[in-house]
């Protein structure tokens, strides 16, 4: 190993860099802490003035741990940025050859009723560019399916032939159905361990939305090579493809604010990092062998199964020993967001549910103080949200307290809002600083990347300077949702209501509709107003304080709207607003795969869109799609009478009365036989047409009317 | 009126003559589906299969339909067989697809169009040879405090009644506590 990768140099690195983060943020913490009590204290502290003090010593918290990343992030860059990342210590080469690569990695996508041919399609792109760089010996890919709708199944598999065949990438390109998806995504990654985890040195994650680069790949496994200390290594996505609004802002935030916070995190955490679930590398065998998750106390949604299983992953590979690194230097790792603001909630429904989960293991004596605190900043991102209503309910519980016992008329409005010291200025700059905690990293982030590449990739240093001041306008409206929602969920979990698996939406379309936002807002909307009614009629001085919170509800249907058109999204992009290195500057991977989508896209919308209906039928009645689908089942030995009586029952049920007369689990019961399937292929073939359903015999007569081409979803 | 329109309506009799039509049909279709292209290729496999079934006797089979095409299948079955050294039909139907070999039914080996073993089918499967491993869920100390929750929650779980109760009681507190700020 290298001498400046030593343990005793990290450790050392590690302790100063932590003391220094450590003690200036307990400085910065207990002085905004005091400035409150002080506030309080200069009035009698009753109840609701400890509730108050408390709850701001909780809400402050993760807000100067992210305040101080961001500025020590920033320092970083400015100053050429951090010596002690994994590429620099690391010992990774100037010139990448194949011959370095001495080991086999596999690169595995889970996937869940996505859509097919945009998953291949990503496949595609990345097994081209490791073929054009020459590193394609050492890998092979894994497409991971969980899919429970009959339908996306059949088109993965389809999807997979026909890229494999395209490709001539057969036994390097995989594709793998469970027929339980048991444990949800983790225990589709543990299934692939299971099965091949021991042929494979390392492991590359990807989500079904992820793209990754060649050149980000290979560093990333020779890191592994060179560093076997690492058990983990984590890129930093940046979002691409966003068309609506919404998601070109998220992908602007990422990539001009996510620089400096990861260089930040990067600084504190160094071998302690986070894994989050995907475009990440991981050792294979230490992950076997140490990362299986437990199950918590009690029983979802509380305990169980970890529902988010990243954190507490990286967490147990150092609790192994091995080192978990953030790799935010290396380029060309990417993702998509949620299209609109409705399915990023929706995502952000089931990440509650996981996040508060981990409370539990805050209480672990066997994970370190720094994956405790990235458990405990993950639990508050969700569990501050009812914190801040709580504590603009007691602020203004406060404030009628105060207006009835007759000190509030004499004083000014900010004053009588954040506290009770005469004439004083502290209140307002208490109020100042806690704001600038949210406001100055945007402008950090401003200057830094002004400095580090310039601002002409983002759109030029005044319109970079205006999607900042847009961002935060349009952040500052949809807060109180968030807030509101999170809350919601927060109780939601807390009263013991599970979250179902959903895949997630890719593509903005339409964007959302007027109703579909009403639907999901309409709760918001009326609290908004019933707020403001409530502040107007009874204390209206109470009112300006909280008008962006008001005009964010008031205001979260129309902006939903909006901000999921893609119109919208193009008329700033445009403008030259919201634009990230990704746009200005796409790689030749990225514009390749946009290409490829594109292309797609027109196909579908020049087919007559009978694909997904007749996909089913398909499976039973083309030769080539009905021998894809058996070749892929799983065998089964001999098994019970009775099941086997029961799939006898469904086949002659679906050959009588359509495919559409079986229910979601007897279909699924028999595309899971691989006996059943072939019998039926040959029963409805040989089926006189007066014992065929209409549907079936519709199906066969479509081959005398035209001359069809293999369905695929990957036809070119 | 009612009976002319009830004479336009009906099926034609199924005449033995309409059944091998139909037959005639279904193993186009079937030849279609195999994507034989070939007009003059596919009469020719149609009028062989038809011959061939009105000859055979098979026992059990006595629809011209399904006789005709169990005759394609099985004799589509042998020649893939034979072929590809596969005695998996769906297998060597992958093979015939992957090579994109179906216009040369059935001289795919003599025209060396497939070569017995050598097709990518033979590497269509899941993954790679298993190599299983065990990968067990490492216990996590949780603690005292967790132990404790773990023991409480178990013994609500066997109590709902109890869970309710509670439930409420913590509503009507944050109620009262609301209603007693406000007051």
Known sequence: ?716 | MDLHTKALNKTPPETEEVIWQQAAERVDSLLRAYRVYSLERRAALLLQVLNKARQTHIPGITHPVELSVSILMAGLKYQLSKALNETDFSKARLELWIADAVQEIPELVAKGIIRSGKSPASKIATGPELEVTAMLPRPLELGNFAQLAEQTFRSLDRRPIVRSLLTYITALLAAFSLFWFTR
Not at chain 1, 17 to 43: E, Q
Not at chain 1, 457 to 472: A, D, Q
Request: hydrophobic share 45%.
């Open chain 1, 1 to 716: 190993m290298h001498s400046s990768f030593s343990h005793q140099r990290i450790e050392k690195v590690v302790s100063n860099r932590r003391t220094k983060f450590f003690a200036t943020f307990i400085i910065f913490y207990t002085v905004l802490v005091w400035s409150k009590a002080d506030i309080l204290w200069h009035l009698q502290m009753k109840p609701l003035e400890w509730i108050q003090l408390g709850l701001f010593a909780v809400l402050i918290f993760p807000l100067c741990i992210g305040f101080l990343t961001s500025l020590f992030g920033f320092i970083l860059e400015i100053r050429g940025g951090d010596c002690f990342t994994i590429t620099r210590l690391g010992n990774l080469p100037q010139v990448l050859n194949p011959e370095y690569l001495q080991s086999k990695t596999a690169i595995i996508m889970p996937v869940f009723n996505e859509d097919a041919s945009i998953v291949f399609e990503r496949i595609r792109v990345i097994y081209l560019s490791l073929e054009r760089k020459g590193f394609l010996k050492n890998f092979d890919f894994f497409v991971l399916s969980d899919s429970n709708d009959p339908k996306c199944w059949l088109t993965e598999e389809i999807a997979w032939m026909e890229l494999c065949r395209q490709l001539q990438a057969f036994g390097k390109i995989f594709y793998r159905k469970r027929r339980l998806p048991i444990n949800k995504k983790s225990g589709n990654v543990a299934d692939f361990c299971r099965r091949w985890g021991k042929r494979y040195d390392f492991m590359i994650t990807l989500d079904a939305d992820s793209l990754l680069e060649a050149d980000a790949i290979v560093k990333l496994t020779v890191l592994m090579e060179k560093n076997p200390q690492v058990g983990i290594i984590q890129t930093a996505p940046t979002l691409v493809r966003g068309q609506s609004l919404f998601s070109r802002i998220s992908q602007f935030v990422v990539s001009f604010y996510g620089r400096i916070f990861c260089s930040g995190l990067n600084y504190w955490q160094m071998a302690n990092g986070m894994y989050w679930g995907h475009n990440a590398i991981l050792r294979l065998a230490p992950f076997i062998n140490h990362c299986h998750l437990p199950n918590l106390p009690g029983s979802v949604p509380f305990g169980g199964r970890i529902l988010s299983h990243d954190f507490v992953e990286a967490a147990l590979m150092q609790r192994a020993g091995y080192q978990v690194w953030l790799a935010y230097d290396i380029p060309g790792s990417y993702e998509e967001g949620p299209p609109t603001w409705i399915d990023f909630i929706k995502r952000d429904r089931r990440w509650c549910a996981g996040n508060l989960q981990h409370f539990w293991l805050l209480l672990s004596r066997e994970l370190n103080s720094i994956n405790r605190l990235h458990l405990l900043l993950g639990v508050l991102s969700y569990l501050t949200s009812p914190l801040w209503l709580c504590y603009i309910v007691v602020s203004f519980l406060q404030y009628l307290e105060n207006l009835r016992g007759g000190n509030v008329a004499t004083q000014s409005l900010i004053y009588r809002t954040f506290g009770q010291i005469g004439q004083e200025l502290a209140p307002v700059v208490l109020f100042v600083v806690v704001i600038s905690l949210l406001i100055i990293p945007r402008f950090l982030a401003w200057l830094a990347n002004g400095l580090r590449v310039g601002w002409r990739i983002f759109g030029g240093s005044v319109r970079s300077l205006i999607s900042v001041f847009l961002e935060l306008l349009l952040s500052s409206l949809a807060a109180p949702v968030h807030m509101v929602m999170n809350s919601k969920f927060v109780v939601f979990t807390a009263l013991g209501k599970s979250v179902s698996w959903l895949s997630q939406k890719r593509h903005c379309g339409q964007g959302s509709t007027w109703r579909e936002a009403w639907d999901f807002h309409r709760s918001q909307f009326f609290l908004g107003f019933l707020i403001l009614m409530m502040l107007y009629y009874h204390s209206g001085e109470f009112l300006p304080i909280l008008v962006p919170m008001v005009l964010g509800l008031l205001l979260s249907v129309p902006l939903s709207v909006f901000s999921s058109r893609r119109e919208v999204g193009d008329l700033f992009r445009k403008l030259g607003l919201f634009l990230t290195p990704e746009e200005t500057r796409p790689s030749n991977l990225l514009l390749q795969f946009e290409k490829n989508v594109h292309m797609l896209e027109s196909r579908k919308s020049n087919h007559d869109g009978s694909d997904n209906l007749d996909q089913i039928t398909n499976a039973f009645i083309d030769p080539y799609l009905n021998a894809v689908h058996v070749v892929l089942l799983r065998r089964r030995g001999q098994r019970p009478q009775k099941i086997n009586e029961h799939i006898q029952q469904l086949c002659q049920k679906l050959i009588v009365h359509g495919v559409e007369s079986l229910q979601g689990r007897e279909l699924t019961a028999v595309l899971q036989d691989a006996q059943a399937m072939e019998w039926l292929h040959h029963k409805i073939w040989s089926c006189p047409a007066d014992q065929l359903h209409p549907s079936l015999r519709k199906a066969l007569q479509k081959y005398n009317l035209l001359d069809p081409q293999p369905q695929s979803p990957l036809c070119r």
